[in-house]
Each structure stands twice: as structure tokens, then as C-alpha cells.
């Protein structure tokens, strides 16, 4: 296969960034020091909350939540098969488990409806909640106490139904906004409808760290929690060698929070520059009606471009298109894989090919074209031109 001419996906930095994290290496203070504080500064007056708690990936900020959330082994939360792994191997960590529910089938995100229909199930329990819970390695007495959403691609979730349903069965939400920085339903941020919520920082992220996550809520309780998880379970006035809970080493090093401190600073106009790239993307695939662009709903107020996922029509093999886009030098990536069927939850848990078959027709059909800020029109043009050929 020949070089790819164009990157999957690329962050976006100048010398601000550059000249961040040298300043930080001419310090001693390589973690702990005064960097993260103002990244989390930052990120807590833009989301508009109390607390914003930096650590070294999305996946650590998750299980944080889990934890916090008290999730211990056998409870259930309500979730989406649709997703990047990270979001049910959190549950997992604590040997709760992940009850799926298929998605929209339009935008990819949790069906609010059937998660309304399954919470109330699965608080009633025998009968009526098996028809939810995997073939093995749950139980129907267990009890359902969490709901843990993800903005799939930079859409948030329907949060009007699904807040609802979070009410009405008294579930913790969970808003995995790793891929959703800055997108907005009904005028209001991602990552602020649930208890918590998380954005990650990887480098084909919105924003980056290079690693690096941050979870955001207005619980004074559970960010102390958090805060002493993620410091290897040291809580307030605990020495260096005191630890109050079991936790772990999920801080964000001040090289990546300096990274992300700048970052911020340009967010706005990163995201502009993202809905340029994507606009150019509608525009020119335009002459290929076979291909399914991604839609946005009207609730989805700004949408935080975080891949440009489009669908190849029923009955076309995917991965040949895929193949024969990397032969052109154009690289593109099956998206989501779902997770219902990742070997080890098929050893653990019984599923099936079958079992959610929306997530599994856009697993079959999605496909992850180039994309980052810095791509230019010609780039996408020339992207779209090689799947034409490619179909
Ligand atoms: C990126 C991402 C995460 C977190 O990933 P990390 O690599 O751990 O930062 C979690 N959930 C979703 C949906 C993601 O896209």
C-alpha cells in the first residue's frame, strides 16, 4: 500500500503551544505544578461549572466517574453499544455492567426511547428486565443505577428524553462528551447534562494534550473524590504516603496541561475551522448521492466536528472501498466497530451478531474519512474524488 498523501486526522498547534511547554521545561515542575490548575480554571469557566478535574486520558476521567458514582460489581447502567470501547470498559473496571440499548439510526447516539423502555423494565425486574440484560453475566435482580450517554462524533444525545428517564428511575447520568467538546443541544454545552461529564484529549480530538482528559461537574462531593482517585487516592491533608482510598495515577503531567491551556484558548476557533473543513466535505460529495453525509438535528444547536463519519450504501462492501481508497493514498477507517461484539464481551457477556442491529448496520456501513482543522479544500476534494473512484 502506498504512503497515505493526506492524514486520518492531525492536531493543530502554533508556537503558542510550542513556546507553552518549553516554558514548562525550563521549571521543576514537571507534574503537580501550577499548569493544571489553569487548564481546569479554563475549562470550568467555559463549561460554566464548579469543578473541571484533569487527568492523563478520557478513560481515566470515565472510571472516575464510575466510581464515583459508587457502580460496584453486578449494578447495571443503561448504555450504547455504538461507541468507542472506552466507554463500557469503565464499567467493567468495577465489574458492573453495561446494559445496551441500540442507537438512532440517524445520528448514531443512544435511542432515547428504548432507554426509557428499558430503564423501567429493568426496574421491574424477572421477566420484563431479561429482555434487556445479556444472555450471561447479569443478573435480573441486579439493580439499574446509572445511565451513561455518549455524544457520538460531536452530536449530543437527545438529553431532553433521556434526563427524563433519568429522573423518573433516579439514575446517575454519565455524559461521555469525549468527542463532543463545545457542541451544543438546545443552546446548552455537552458535557453539562449529566452529573459528569468528560471530554478527552487525544491527539485527533478537538482539542489536545497529546494524552489527557477532564472531567466537569458541579458536585462539590464527588470532584474531592476525584481529585484524591487520581492522586493515587490522597485525600485533603493526606501526606504523600497517606492514602485514604484505593486510587490510582491518572494525573495530567504539566507539559500536556500547558498544551491543553492554550488549546482552550483557541477552541472556538478550532471548531470554526472543523465546520469549514465539514461544510467543504457536504459540498463535495454532492456529486456522489450514494453516500450518506452525517446529519445533524435541529437540537443539536452547534455541532463539535470531531470525525467526518459518512455511510456506504446497503450492500456495499465497506472495507473493499476502504482498500481500494488506501491503494489511491487516501486513508479511511471502519467507525464504530461495535462493542457488543469485541471478543472478550462475547466471551463474557453471550452476544450475538443480531442482537443491536442498528449499531451494527452503521458499523458495517461507517466509514471515518480524513479530518482535522488544517485540512484544505483541495485535500477534501481530492478525498472525495478518490471515493468516487473507489465505489
Ligand atoms: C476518545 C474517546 C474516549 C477517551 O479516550 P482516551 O483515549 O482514553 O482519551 C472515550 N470515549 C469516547 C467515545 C471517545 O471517543
Not at 109 to 117: F, R, V, Y
Not at 302 to 311: E, I, N, P, T
Request: with cysteine.
Amino acid at each position: 500500500m502506498p504512503e497515505h498523501r493526506i492524514p486520518m486526522s492531525s492536531p493543530d498547534l502554533t508556537d503558542a503551544e510550542r513556546d507553552a511547554v518549553l516554558a514548562v521545561l525550563h521549571t521543576p515542575h514537571l507534574s503537580l505544578g501550577p499548569e493544571y490548575p489553569r487548564f481546569e480554571q479554563a475549562m470550568a469557566d467555559y463549561a460554566g461549572v464548579k469543578h473541571a478535574i484533569s487527568v492523563n486520558s478520557g478513560t481515566a476521567g470515565l472510571h472516575l466517574c464510575v466510581r464515583a458514582a459508587g457502580l460496584t460489581t453486578g449494578d447495571l447502567t443503561l448504555t450504547t453499544p455504538f461507541s468507542f470501547m472506552a466507554s463500557s470498559n469503565v464499567l467493567l473496571y468495577e465489574n458492573a455492567v453495561p446494559v445496551f440499548v441500540d442507537v438512532d439510526p440517524v445520528t448514531g447516539n443512544i435511542d432515547p426511547a428504548l432507554a426509557a423502555e428499558a430503564a423501567r423494565d429493568l426496574k421491574t425486574g424477572g421477566a420484563a428486565a431479561r429482555r434487556w440484560l445479556p444472555r450471561r453475566g447479569a443478573s435480573d435482580t441486579a439493580p439499574l443505577k446509572a445511565l451513561l450517554p455518549v455524544d457520538v462524533f460531536g452530536q449530543p444525545a437527545e438529553y431532553d428524553s433521556l434526563l427524563e428517564t433519568a429522573r423518573a428511575h433516579d439514575l446517575t447520568v454519565i455524559e461521555d462528551s469525549c468527542e463532543a467538546i463545545g457542541a451544543t443541544y438546545k443552546g446548552k454545552l455537552a458535557g453539562t447534562f449529566g452529573r459528569y461529564g468528560v471530554f478527552a484529549f487525544y491527539p485527533n480530538k478537538q482539542i489536545t494534550t497529546a494524552e489527557g482528559g477532564i472531567i466537569v461537574t458541579d458536585d462539590d462531593e464527588a470532584a474531592t473524590l476525584m481529585r484524591a482517585l487520581r492522586n493515587q487516592g490522597r485525600a485533603p491533608g493526606d501526606t504523600w504516603l497517606q492514602h485514604t482510598y484505593l486510587g490510582y495515577n491518572y494525573r495530567l503531567d504539566e507539559l500536556s496541561a500547558a498544551l491543553g491551556r492554550v488549546q482552550m484558548t483557541r477552541l472556538d476557533d478550532l471548531l470554526a475551522k472543523r465546520q469549514r473543513v465539514a461544510n467543504w466535505y457536504a459540498t463535495h460529495l454532492e456529486g456522489l448521492p450514494e453516500i450518506e453525509q452525517p446529519k445533524i438535528l435541529p437540537a443539536t444547536t452547534k455541532m463539535s466536528w470531531f470525525v467526518y463519519v459518512v455511510r456506504v450504501p446497503a450492500g456495499v462492501d465497506r472495507d473493499a472501498v476502504i482498500d481500494r481508497l488506501g491503494t489511491r493514498g487516501i486513508p479511511a477507517r471502519p467507525y464504530f466497530a461495535p462493542i457488543h461484539l469485541q471478543p472478550f464481551m462475547v466471551e463474557r457477556f453471550g452476544y450475538q451478531p443480531g442482537d443491536f442491529p442498528i449499531t451494527e448496520d452503521l458499523g458495517a456501513r461507517g466509514m471515518a474519512l480524513p479530518f482535522s482543522s488544517i485540512m484544505t479544500e483541495d485535500q477534501v476534494a481530492d478525498v472525495c474524488a478518490a471515493l468516487g473512484e473507489s465505489l
